[in-house]
């Protein structure tokens, strides 16, 4: 099993909808979570931490789930520049360290 | 504040050449991530430096090798380049204090190996 799984989508959506993105992650000692935004030929650009309670940043919304070990995204209100590939990034710290682990994206494809 | 700055911003090589990687973390961090990314996969961690030491590595073979510099600059090595190794390669800082779990990314490099 891979340390972070996603759907690799592409999820073909209209503008205006509501669209969700799972991720699960195998190491239960996982520490952390992110979901980050990549543009086609860009780097990746932090969207926002995931917090146990859920968290919300406009028409974002993360949500941690330890029990089973997944975490989602919920984007509401769908824009076109909304289209880009979302990572699921969950850090362990092996020995204190920081090692990111990614997953390897969904697409995202909002359409007129 | 700057940004984390990487060069070159596209590389091509053919097989066997070794190949130079460079990356400016934002100023006054002292933490270098690599990441490679190849076409349809995740990024993978590749090497970590922080205080000019190599402080955790990736699965990767030795011909990966890199090292940091006293102004915390940063260098990927690729020797003995193979075709698997086009990618994209990027390198990121931590963000600071309570944030140092994030990464902030630079540009990344494209390296095509022909």
């Known amino acids: 099993r891979k340390e972070v799984e996603q759907d690799p989508g592409p999820f073909n959506v209209p503008e205006g909808a509501t669209v969700a993105f799972n991720c699960t992650y195998s190491?239960?000692?996982?520490?952390?979570f992110f979901w980050y935004r990549q543009d086609c030929r860009k780097e990746p650009k932090l969207l926002m931490s995931v917090y146990s309670s859920g968290n919300e940043d406009g028409r974002f919304t993360a949500q941690l789930n330890r029990a089973s070990q997944y975490i989602s995204l919920l984007i509401r209100d769908s824009k076109l520049s909304d289209s880009a590939t979302y990572l699921c990034v969950v850090n362990g710290r092996p020995g204190g360290s920081y090692i990111p682990t990614f997953g390897r994206g969904t697409s995202l494809i909002v359409h007129p | 504040e700057a940004g984390v700055t990487q060069s070159p911003t596209h590389l091509i090589k053919t097989r066997g050449q070794q190949a130079t990687l460079r990356c400016s973390p934002i100023s006054g961090h002292t933490s270098v991530y690599w990441y490679q990314q190849a076409l349809g996969l995740g990024l993978q961690f590749l090497l970590w430096y922080d205080e000019g030491e190599e402080r955790n590595r990736g699965n990767f073979p030795p011909r990966f090798s890199g090292r940091q510099f006293p102004n915390y600059s940063s260098e990927l090595n690729v020797n003995a380049l193979e075709l698997e190794d086009s990618a994209l390669y990027l390198c990121a800082s931590p963000g600071a204090g309570g944030s140092r779990e994030t990464q902030y990314f630079g540009p990344g490099t494209r390296l095509l190996v022909l």
């Open positions: 190491n239960s000692a996982s520490q952390s």
